[in-house]
């Protein structure tokens, strides 16, 4: 039997690129995503129709609730929503500038 070195890894500083998707082709998203999103924002349409007719009559113990502090938090007095659509909408345009 011949005696030969031991097979070594040799790391020449070079990395294979991972697949990613494109940052210039904006963000892609699956069908099953959309589907995913269609359905919540669907949903959540019908649970805001059915809140907005329910306070405009009795309340029934049926149906969509809104949840109301019996005592609020008096730090939260100050607090604004945040429309993560227009803070997207305002990324989008800084980095088209840029």
Partial sequence: ??????????????????????????????????????FIYEAWQCVMRDLGSSQGGERSERGPQQYVEKT???????????DLNDIKRRNTQESKKS
């Fill in 1 to 38: 039997m011949t005696s030969s070195p031991a097979s070594r890894v040799v790391y020449n500083g070079k990395r294979n690129p991972s697949p990613r998707s494109p940052t210039n082709t904006g963000e892609l998203f699956t069908p099953a995503h959309e589907e995913n999103v269609r």
């Fill in 72 to 82: 609020p938090n008096p730090i939260l007095n100050t607090f604004t929503p945040v």
